[in-house]
């Protein structure tokens, strides 16, 4: 029996720490493609500190590339960015799971202000903006991009032979690229992080597609192993 076919289209690291993280017995009942569909790619912009009262990080990419924190405050979406954070020196809390809930809790109880995002070029949740129409004025440094790519031509071999295909999509950019780049989704499962990560898929001939639970990895992860189920039924 042929085993389904995992493709993971985050970048190489993230994907790994993906992969790594789902239990060895549904691990084994997969056969695994990495075929990133972003690079993160530096800007070279540079994080100057000097007028801010803290920061806000939205991903562990922008962790990655800002510099250590020496202590400065840190508002985080996520236990991981806020960890990857923690370990490069920022005194880092965790506000919410995703950008509303972050945006909603800096409202509720406004810390020292002027804050400044750390973030991408392509960005959602316009949280800059909207925080500075809250009454915290926030501005916005992009210190990395993600740069499209196009999927594998190991993944889109898979897809094509009908091989039942697992696909997690974490970004609404990332679902659009998809979609582009394959022209039979019919025996594939697709995985989204949340319902703005869905919305490209929905007009698709996708034969499965599965919202997570949550727009964490924890939530992927559960929905990985239903998936799996699917695919491996007679």
Not at 95 to 113: C, R, T, Y
Not at 170 to 183: E, G, H, I, K, L
């Amino acid at each position: 029996m042929t085993l389904p076919v995992l493709i993971m289209t985050r970048p190489a690291l993230a994907s790994q720490r993906f992969v790594d993280a789902i239990k060895p017995e549904v691990l084994a009942k997969l056969a695994l493609i990495t075929s990133p569909l972003l690079k993160i790619m530096p800007t070279d912009a540079v994080v100057d500190l000097t007028r801010y009262r803290g920061v806000i990080f939205t991903s562990a990419n922008g962790v990655d590339h800002a510099g250590n924190g020496d202590g400065f405050p840190a508002y985080c979406v996520g236990a991981r960015t806020a960890e990857a954070a923690r370990q490069r020196g920022w005194n880092a809390s965790v506000l919410g799971q995703n950008a509303d809930e972050l945006i909603e809790n800096l409202i509720k109880a406004p810390p020292p202000a002027p804050l400044l995002h750390i973030g991408g070029v392509h960005q959602r949740g316009d949280i800059a903006a909207r925080l500075t129409a809250a009454g915290v004025q926030t501005d916005v440094v992009a210190v990395y991009d993600q740069q499209l790519l196009p999927l594998s031509m190991a993944a889109q071999t898979a897809l094509a032979a009908g091989i039942p295909c697992i696909v997690p999509l974490f970004s609404p950019r990332t679902a659009t690229q998809f979609v582009a780049d394959c022209a039979n989704l019919h025996k594939a499962v697709v995985i989204a992080l949340s319902d703005a990560v869905a919305k490209p898929l929905a007009q698709s001939d996708i034969g499965k597609l599965v919202v997570a639970d949550c727009p964490n990895a924890a939530s992927m992860h559960i929905a990985l192993e239903t998936a799996v189920d699917w695919a491996t039924l007679p």
